[in-house]
Structures are given as C-alpha cells and as structure tokens.
C-alpha cells in the first residue's frame, strides 16, 4: 500500500519561485486595468482623510536610488494609513521650471538659442519636461507605488503657474517683497542669482595670503607705545588673511572684533598689527623667512580705540575704514578680516552699520569690469594670480600659499559660486514679522526625526532675505512692473488680479507674449508720481517659489485634498529647501504652516558608506536591482533601513534581503499548502478546544501584530521588516510550523487537532498578508487569492488585500501566563536541542527522529515539567522522551539551566514508514506491519 496517499500533504499553486521581475509587470498591468486606485478611494470615501502632500521631484533625467527610496517610503505610509482606516489620495507632482532644464536645451540648441525667440526657447523647455514626466512616472509606477498617475500636479500646468502668480503677487501686494543690492550666492557658469537651498559645499582649492593694508592715521595718540617717536621710521601695518584675493579690489574695510586684545608686533623695520592670540600661530605659518628676522610686541590695545582710523587700500587709489564686527573669529589668519559689502553677507551688514559703498567690480560671467582698474576683463580667478603678483611686487603680501577647504558650489553645475552685489528682489524676512511667525510656528509641527525641528529652526533663525529672482528664461516671471519716471513698484490688486486670470488661460508665456498694458490696463497709473509708462520686469521666479506654494496651487485647489497636510515628506536636505520655502511662502500668507508634519529622510550611500557617484563607480539603477531582483526586494529595502540615518545599499545587502524574502515566502506558502482543504466557514476551532501550542502561537502573533501595526502608526518601518523576518523565520518556521508538521500531515484529515492547527495558521496568514501588503506589495496580492475561503464565495481576486484593514486586536488571544509557562519549556527545549547536536555529532542518532531523550529534572524544574512531558516530547521532535532519575550513557549537564540533564539514546522499535516515529508498536498490526499503531488508527479511518 502506497501510505503516502494517506498523508494530508501539503498542496497549493503558490509557487516557492517568485519570479518577481516577470510576474510584477503583470500585477501592475491588471491593477491599471481594474483601476485600483480609484477602486480603492471609492471604498475609503467616506473614512477620515490623510494627506501625505508629494514633494515634486525634478523632471530631468531617470530616477535614482534616492527618488526611489523617498516615493516607496511615502507609499509604504499611505498604504498602511489606508489600512489603518483612513482616506489617503495621493496626488504625485513634478517640478518644471528652473535652470537644469533650461540648460539641457541649451545643449540641444547650441548656437541657435542666440537666435530663437524667448517663448520659442520656453516651449522647447516645457516639451524636454514633459518628456522626462512621462519617462519618470513609468519609473515610478513600477515600484509599485498608487496613485493619481493620470491627474498630477506639474508646476508647468496654466493653473499652477497662475497660484503661483498668484501667491507672488500676495506677497508684494503686502510688502512682503523688496528690490535691494545686495550680495548673493550667484554662480558666474549658470550667470544666475542662487538660493541658499541651491548651494551645497564641496572641497575647493583656494589660495591663502597674509596682506599689509598700511596705516594713515597716527595710532599714537590712543596707543602710547605706538607714538612716533618710539616708531621711529618704521611703518604701521593692519596684517589681514583671505582665501579670496579676487574680492580685495572691492576692499572698503578692515574688521577687528571689539574685544579682542590686538598687538602691534615689530618685524624688522616695520609694525603689524594682529589679534595677540593668533601672532604665535601665524608666524609659525609665515615660515623661516620671516621667523628668523625675529618679531617683538611692542604694544597691546583694544580694536576700541583705534575704530573709526584709516589704512590705505594696498593697490587701489582708495581709503579703507577700520570697522569693528563681532564675525571676526580666533580660528586662524590675524583677527583682522579684509572686507568688502559687494562681496560678503556679513561683510554687507557692516557696510549697513558704517555707510560703506556696496561695491562690487565683477560682472555676472565672473569677469572684472573696468571699476576693477588693471584688473578689467579678466576672469576673477585668473585675477587672483595676478593680484598677489602685484602685491608682491609692491611689498604688501607677506605669506602665500594654497589650502582645501569647504566652499559653496552651484547644485546644478557643481561649480564654485561667488558673493556678488546685484540688484535683485527679495522677500524680506522681517518685514511683517515673516521670521518670527515662522520661528513661532516651526514650534506647532511634529517632525520626525525630532531633531528636525532644531536643525530648520536654526536655519530660519539666521537665514537673509529670501532672493527670488533669477536671470534666465525657463521659469515664471516676477510679475513686477515698476514706474519709468520713479522708479516705485506698482501695487494694484486689480493688476494682480488680471495678471493671474491670463496665466490660468494662457500660462505664464503670456507674460513674454503681450506688451505691459496688457496687464494694467489702460488707465493705470503710478500712485507715487501719476505716470502711466511702466516697465515689465525680466527676471523669472525661484523655483524654490514654484514648489513652496505647492499647498496653494494643489493642496488648497484639488477637492480630495485638504491643507495643511497630514505629512510633507522629503531627504534632509529639504529642510533648507522644500520645508523651509513651503513654510516661509505659507506663514507669509496664511500665517500658519502647510504642514502638520514632516519626516526627513537620511541620503542614499553603498555598503561603506560612500556616497553614490559615476566617477567612483558605486552608483547602483534602480532599474538593475528591478531587473535582477524585483521591484519588491527595492521595498523590502526601503523598509528594512532605519531612514533617520544614511541609507547602505550593495550587492551584498540585496543578496540578504533576497534571501529573507525567499524566508518569508516559504513561510506563506507552508501556510497555504496546509490549507487546502480548508473552509473556514464550516471547519473553524474555537479558541478554548485548541492546543495550548496553537494558543501560544495566536499570542505570538497578536504581540507581533500589534508591535507592527504600532510601528507603521509612527513610521518605524524597520521595526516592520525585521518583526516579519523574525516571526516567519524563527518564531513560525524555526518552532510552530516544525512542530505541527506531524499534525498536519499525519493526524485524521477532520481530527480536531488537526483543524485547529488549520484555523491557527488561517488566521495568521489572513492577517500576515495585510501587514505585509503596504510593504510586499506584489506578493500580498499575489498570495492573497490562495488565502482559503467559504465554499460559495466567489474566488477572491489579488487586488483585494488592498481594500482590506489592519486586522483588529483580539484580546482574546492575549495570555501572559501561557507565554510566561511556554518561554520556559523554550529554554529546556533548547537545551535538549544542544544535547541532540552533540548526539548526532557523536554518531548516536543520525537524526532527532531516531532519538529517546531521556531527560532528569530536580529542584523547581522538577515541579515545573511534572505534568508538561508529553508537550516536551512533542516541542523536542524526538521519538521518545521521558523523565529518569538515573540517567544513561553520555550526559549533558546544562550551563544556562543548572537543574536539568539530558541523556540521548537511540530509540527503540522500528521507523514507521507514514509518520518516520520509531515507536516499538510498528508491526503490531498483520494488516499495516510498517506502521506505528497512531498511524494505523487513522489509515483504518480513511479505509
């Protein structure tokens, strides 16, 4: 007789291979056809809604690892809050506008541009974006994100350039908004204005000079050991260090902090002067020529005394004013800073403080103009050669060399950016409190990490007026027009109003396609002075702009949305871009922020740590992991990594997560091979007729359950991963599932231990897919039709586990003295597995099934296991195990359990050839000799 046939095998068309690569594609193109999406918001309607507001991704070039990351994770959140019970839409959107673009169709346009109209030049920028929309939206729709892919929100829409008109023209409109010389980050390559979000630092070579500015004014009359007849006919000398020779022919100043000790140190026939503590530090940087001379402090004094003196510009025909600022530092140079308002933030507010010109020689290729003198038409950096060769020349540059230090770059071109004096429009940080209110608000959000909530309140706290224009031609303009006879800046609502309503219908190209009075109207005129000519302004908007006022343009216009956002969700780099620009353009006009709360994610970098790039060879596609993996171990990956920190990817960690999806799969697919004749309508066991095993197991799960369910609520999506791989892997697989195997497979098809297993490990893989499903996308719904169900209902389809909820606690299945009695039997079972291990490697047994454990227990141990030996034999998977108080053979004397020993033999009687037991009754029946007598009941039951 063949007694296999009469073993309840396991059976199911849940294939152990995933083939994710193959089988995704398929998934994604029957959940499009189906409109899940939409499905789904049609059956969360009328629950509470949850707004995760998309941070628009640039739309220039294919996604990267990063991208990829930040759109999984904000998918892994809607789909769990979804779960959770609430109404999440998802509105994805793209950044459009700005200089990337712009640059890529210089390219493509080479010498042409020079002869192409402006709105011909904007058109071909709007067709290279929607170009990389359509390729990027692919993209992500392939990792398997849900979403409003048919209606995003694109900054390049007729609407949205009109909001963003719109909220500009609020902002002017209250005075919000000014037009000031001042210096900014400008990048002379992109020959554009810079925001601060658009500057990252890099290390840069620069070049390091010490310079003597000399002395006009005698110091004698405020420091005594400086009299002219204690100098005798040496010159007094400022000594002053800058890494930026090419700024000195903007020199207006000389800054010493006011309450530094400065000394005037004599060397050979002449006097500097430097901060006291420094001196020591900077001749040992001057170098034996000048060291060997030797140097002498002949005086000390207060920067006080000597504020409102003179020096004289070392090659340019121009005084230079000592000043005081609290900026200059101890850290290195003299404790003198050279300074130049065109050139320099601080150096700006000095300039402020003393009147000093706001001169700044250099025009936007990064060329010095003819104020600049000798140094006309030459490149700023070739300039810084030729400046230190003349004040070498003349006797005023003491000390020369190179340093690398970290300097600005432009985020698009990644060159060296410069400080330049440009006229150019800014919305005013304190003008109308915006500062304060954002520092007061800031305060209200929930940001995760909470760092976050430190690290942009400092960034507001001290950041300068927001620069908002931009000289170039892809974006949307400064809708500014200022009096030609006065210069004042028109403030008309009607204007404004009409401004907005031509973009909504014809987009802001309308703006370089109509003349001024198409805007203002005929009987327009200048409130200050009466004239009616007006002149349009040029310079486009900061695309930080077009983003931040996203929560107007989307949030606040698209009906299945609501503002403020539940979550803006970005890198941390964001906090000095999209979270600070939303924030500021939002208190600016509603006086609130756009956002209950934030969550900031750490950078992609390889398995050392490295950040990613070409060059080095470590960059990793998106597409090559899809590919050669799948879109889900991409998931599994975002889920895995605790994002608060930099996030590792390698080949190595792919390979690991691989293998714990195979874990995790295996487990499932146990699962539904041992349902198959399941009808959890017709076959379910009631809690207090299981097993205390199967009740051990329905507590474990609820513990995880609950633990993970607690997890996605405050976004510890590892706590996620790691709890599905532990409890499948070791807690499932590596105990219970070991365990009922001979159950399962052996016991009476109906028996009720057997349903009872069958009802434990339906209830757990009901809700395991669910818990899984905003993570394991593919494969929940791939699981989910094989997950068993009543016998007339319809076949369940794969798309459905997402219209499903979180299962709910059962409080029932929560039982702290189960788990307390079950933990310890883990810990003698544990133990027993050692001696097995030891058994098996002394040729004893050949495996645990051949063994007769015979186990010797005193003290408390001894009362604990007296009525739990048939569940220890049962836990241990050995065919024979019972309690001796002389034990035989080689004995195990357990360290961790001091009360317990253990002795292995090999069992007697034969193997049955149904169940694999020895057991001594195997040939007791004529009819089934090869069985034990439990297997023989059952094969009788089903004759």
Not at 72 to 79: G, R, S
Not at 132 to 139: A, F
Not at 526 to 541: A, R, Y
Request: proline residues 4%.
């Amino acid at each position: 007789m063949d007694y296999r046939a009469t073993l309840n095998l396991p059976q199911t068309s849940f294939k152990m291979k995933a083939n994710l690569s193959q089988k995704e594609p398929e998934f994604l193109k029957q959940w499009e056809k189906e409109d899940l999406y939409g499905q789904i918001q049609a059956a969360t309607k009328n629950k509470p809604r949850y707004i995760l507001h998309d941070g628009p991704p640039y739309a220039n070039g294919h996604i990267h690892l990063g991208t990829a990351f930040n759109k999984v994770l904000k998918d892994i959140i809607l789909k769990s809050k979804r779960m959770a019970g609430f109404h999440c839409p998802y509105v994805p959107g793209w950044d459009c506008h700005g200089l990337p673009i712009e640059h890529n169709v210089d390219k493509e346009l080479g010498a042409k541009k020079k002869d192409i109209p402006v709105l011909s030049i904007r058109a071909a920028c709007r067709k290279y974006a929607e170009k990389w929309i359509k390729i990027q939206r692919d993209e992500f729709k392939r990792l398997g994100v849900f979403g409003d892919w048919e209606n995003p929100y694109l900054t390049i829409n007729y609407g949205y350039e009109a909001s963003i008109a719109r909220e500009f023209n609020r902002f002017l409109l209250s005075g919000g908004v000014i037009r000031s010389k001042k210096p900014v980050y400008w990048c002379s390559s992109c020959r554009t204005a810079l925001a601060e979000a658009e500057v990252e630092y890099h290390d840069h070579g620069s070049p390091s000079i010490y310079v003597k500015f000399p002395l006009l004014d005698d110091l004698g009359g405020v420091v005594p050991g400086l009299a002219e007849e204690k100098l005798g006919n040496r010159k007094v000398y400022a000594l002053i260090w800058t890494t930026t020779p090419w700024t000195l022919p903007a020199n207006q100043a000389v800054a010493f902090h006011p309450d530094y000790t400065y000394g005037a140190v004599a060397v050979g026939d002449e006097i500097w002067i430097m901060a006291v503590d420094l001196i020591e530090q900077a001749f040992s940087d001057f170098g034996e020529e000048l060291v060997g001379t030797g140097h002498e402090i002949i005086a000390t004094f207060s920067a006080r005394e000597i504020e409102g003196m003179k020096c004289k510009h070392p090659f340019m025909e121009r005084e230079s004013l000592i000043i005081l600022a609290n900026y200059v530092t101890l850290d290195t140079g003299t404790g003198i800073v050279h300074t130049a308002p065109g050139h320099g933030r601080e150096d700006y507010i000095s300039g402020l403080q003393y009147n000093l010109p706001v001169f700044s020689p250099v025009d936007g290729s990064g060329t010095f103009t003819d104020e600049a003198g000798p140094y006309e038409g030459m490149n700023i950096y070739d300039g810084n050669k030729q400046i230190n060769a003349d004040l070498k020349e003349k006797g005023f540059l003491v000390k020369e060399t190179a340093i690398s230090h970290s300097y600005p770059h432009c985020w698009r071109c990644k060159k060296p950016v410069i400080f330049r004096a440009t006229e150019q429009w800014f919305i005013a940080m304190d003008n109308n409190n915006l500062r304060q209110n954002a520092l007061q608000e800031i305060r209200k959000v929930t940001w995760t990490p909470r760092w976050g909530m430190e690290r942009i309140y400092g960034m507001v706290e001290v950041r300068p007026d927001w620069c908002l224009s931009r000289q170039r031609t892809w974006g949307v303009p400064l809708t500014v027009f200022t009096c030609e006879g006065c210069g004042e800046v028109l403030k008309d609502e009607a204007v404004a109003e009409r401004i907005v309503s031509i973009f909504a219908e014809e987009g802001a190209d309308a703006w370089f396609k109509y003349d001024t009075s198409h805007f203002t109207g005929e009987n327009c005129s200048c409130k200050n002075c009466g004239g009616t000519s007006f002149i349009k302004e040029k310079d486009i908007l900061d695309v930080w702009f077009d983003s931040g006022v996203s929560y107007a343009a989307v949030l606040e216009e698209r009906e299945e949305l609501q503002v403020p956002a539940d979550l803006y969700l970005e890198g941390s780099d964001q906090h000095r871009g999209w979270f600070q620009s939303s924030l500021l353009a939002s208190v600016g006009t509603r006086g609130v922020p756009p956002y209950k709360g934030v969550l900031t994610h750490g950078f992609v970098v390889d398995g050392k740590g490295k950040k990613m790039s070409k060059s080095v060879g470590n960059v990793i596609a998106p597409e090559e992991i899809i590919k050669t993996y799948g879109a889900e171990i991409l998931r599994l990956w975002v889920s895995s990594e605790d994002y608060r920190d930099d996030i590792k990817i390698s080949d190595e960690i792919l390979k690991q997560l691989s293998d714990a999806y195979r874990k995790i799969r295996n487990t499932m697919r146990f699962f539904m091979g041992n349902l198959y004749d399941f009808d959890p309508s017709k076959d379910r066991v009631s809690y207090e007729n299981m097993e205390e095993i199967d009740r051990w197991a329905l507590h474990q799960f609820e513990l995880f359950k609950r633990k993970v369910i607690r997890a996605y609520a405050d976004f510890e999506f590892h706590i996620v991963f790691h709890g599905l791989h532990q409890f499948c892997g070791v807690t499932m697989s590596a105990f219970y599932l070991d365990i009922i195997k001979d159950r399962l497979y052996t016991a009476s098809p109906d028996s009720v231990e057997r349903k009872a297993a069958q009802t434990v490990l339906y209830d757990i893989l009901a809700g395991l897919l669910c818990i899984m499903a905003p993570v394991m996308n593919f494969t929940a719904a791939e699981a989910w039709v094989h997950l068993p169900q009543a016998g007339d209902d319809e076949p369940r389809k794969a798309h459905e586990v997402f219209l499903q909820e979180f299962p709910k606690e059962n409080e029932e299945a929560i039982d702290p003295e189960l788990d307390k009695k079950w933990s310890r039997l883990l810990e003698v079972r544990s133990e027993i597995t050692k001696a097995l291990e030891g058994a098996r490697r002394d040729k004893v047994i050949g495996h645990p099934l051949e063994a007769k454990v015979m186990v010797k227990a005193t003290g408390s141990l001894a009362e604990f296991l007296a009525d739990k030996w048939d569940t220890l034999k049962m836990i241990s998977i050995v065919s024979e195990l019972a309690q001796a108080d002389v034990l035989e053979g080689d004995i195990y004397a357990s360290e961790e359990l001091p009360e317990l020993q253990v002795s292995v033999l090999s069992a007697p009687g034969e193997k049955c050839e149904r169940c694999w037991l020895r057991s001594e009754t195997v040939g007791d029946d004529d009819a089934h000799p090869v069985l034990c007598s439990r297997c023989t009941a059952v094969v009788a039951q089903l004759a």
